[in-house]
T-cell receptor
């Protein structure tokens, strides 16, 4: 399977705990994106990497959220001190250089904060 | 402010007929529009896109129409098939990286 993969697919945690999600983009894609989707809404942009550089962060990405892409390949999204409002589907997408408009999505990580 | 709007939360269409999903936007700077399809518990799947310099793009059963003066685009699916039942999202971009999404329309194809 050469699509975007995300791990874990589901995560249940207690309020106040830290969680980390991983995204592996399509191998030849140098752009990587994180989105968050809540029920009944479209995805909301969180952040974007070109290779290892984080080029844009949404104001939705509070200081409890941090994303990395250390070697320009896989990326991690960490949420510290989780809150119930963080419960959502976290989606990762990637796109190739020169064609940033069409983004290809992974299956998402469903986070539930109790 | 919602820059991309899909005003119909759901749409029911008979199998074999045409499905028309609509999307309106407010930002005239958008220069690229995309439609994605999403099944439950899966990520969005890219369907078709259109650049603002065009007014129509066709790919098999899927056609997207763009009316820039009305800031409106639509996705036509013909003929509709049971496997088309899903949530359809309209998205737009003007920065080549950040997609702005509508809330989605749930399409139900009746046999």
């Amino acid at each position: 399977d050469t699509g975007v993969s995300q791990d874990p697919r589901h995560k249940i945690t207690k309020r106040g705990q830290n969680v980390t999600f991983r995204c592996d983009p399509i191998s030849e894609h140098n752009r990587l994106y994180w989105y968050r989707q809540t029920l009944g809404q479209g995805p909301e942009f969180l952040t974007y990497f070109q290779n290892e550089a984080q080029l844009e962060k949404s104001r939705l990405l509070s200081d409890r959220f941090s994303a990395e892409r250390p070697k320009g390949s896989f990326s991690t999204l960490e949420i510290q001190r989780t809150e119930q409002g963080d419960s959502a589907m976290y989606l990762c997408a990637s796109s190739p250089a020169g064609s940033a408009d069409t983004q290809y999505f992974g299956p998402g990580t469903r986070l539930t904060v109790l | 402010d919602q820059q991309v709007k899909q005003n119909s939360p759901s749409l029911s269409v008979q199998e074999g007929r045409i499905s028309i999903l609509n999307c309106d936007y407010t930002n005239s700077m958008f220069d690229y529009f995309l439609w994605y399809k999403k099944y439950p518990a899966e990520g969005p799947t890219f369907l078709i896109s259109i650049s603002s310099i065009k007014d129509k793009n066709e790919d098999g059963r899927f056609t997207v129409f763009l009316n820039k003066s009305a800031k409106h685009l639509s996705l036509h699916i013909v003929p509709s098939q049971p496997g088309d039942s899903a949530v359809y999202f309209c998205a737009a971009t003007h920065s080549n990286y950040q997609l702005i999404w509508g809330a989605g329309t749930k399409l139900i194809i009746k046999p």
